[in-house]
């Protein structure tokens, strides 16, 4: 089975409106990655929180992490049509990188 | 700015076929990835070489072999096809880890 699971599998928004997805991961790691697809295209990394970490930003993306619970979530704040894609989280055990099944987001015009 | 490069990106196998899916990157990074991803399973790791000379089975190895040929490249091999191998197949490196990964755009392959 996958290290990373989101939830929820697929979100539908309006646009301006924040759009929030959470993983959950099994074993412990170094660090966990946000990763974006466009209609399977390969992915582009958004975002990196390191173990030590408990919140990051990035533009408009907001990630927390907390490694008691082996949780972290990702929020997108004013979401834009552009926003649409499916998002991963890849928990990261050195050189290992596994991801989960991902949420589609579809933001509403 | 080539990145990481993934020949071919779409190909039919029959059953039983055997091939090579080549993966290149020019960034000089040392680790490579090869995932699969199917509807709703998100990517899967099949193996991964954490830098040149060293491979790791991932999720689902079954069925896969991989060679490191150098720092460059990164093969997949499928020696006897199946059906259940029709996925799309995602090639990845990055620096080493803790750091961000570059993905290829994928090769299409159905096995009939």
């Known amino acids: 089975s996958q290290q990373g699971e989101e939830d929820p599998q697929a979100l539908s928004i309006q646009e301006g409106e924040n759009a929030t997805m959470n993983c959950s991961y099994k074993t412990s790691i170094n660090n966990l990655q946000w990763y974006r697809q466009n209609s399977g295209r390969g992915l582009v990394h958004l975002i990196l929180i390191r173990s030590n970490e408990r919140e990051k930003h990035s533009g408009r993306l907001r990630v927390t992490l907390d490694t008691s619970k082996k949780s972290s979530s990702l929020l997108i704040t004013a979401s834009r049509a552009a926003d649409t894609a499916s998002y991963f989280c890849a928990t990261d055990e050195v050189y290992k990188l596994s991801f989960g099944a991902g949420t589609t987001v579809t933001v509403r015009a | 700015n080539a990145g990481v490069t993934q020949t071919p990106k779409f190909q039919v196998l029959k059953t039983g076929q055997s091939m090579t899916l080549q993966c290149a990157q020019d960034?000089?990074?040392?680790?490579m990835y090869w995932y699969r991803q199917d509807p709703g399973m998100g990517l899967r790791l099949i193996y991964y070489s954490a830098s040149e000379g060293t491979t790791d089975k991932g999720e689902v190895p079954n069925g896969y072999n991989v060679s490191r040929l150098n720092k460059r490249e990164f093969s997949l091999r499928l020696e006897s096809a199946a059906p259940s191998q029709t996925s799309v197949y995602f090639c990845?490196?990055?620096?080493?880890?803790?750091?961000?990964?570059?993905f290829g755009q994928g090769t299409r392959l159905t096995v009939v």
């Open positions: 960034m000089n990074h040392n680790s």
């Open positions: 990845a490196s990055r620096d080493g880890g803790l750091s961000e990964a570059f």
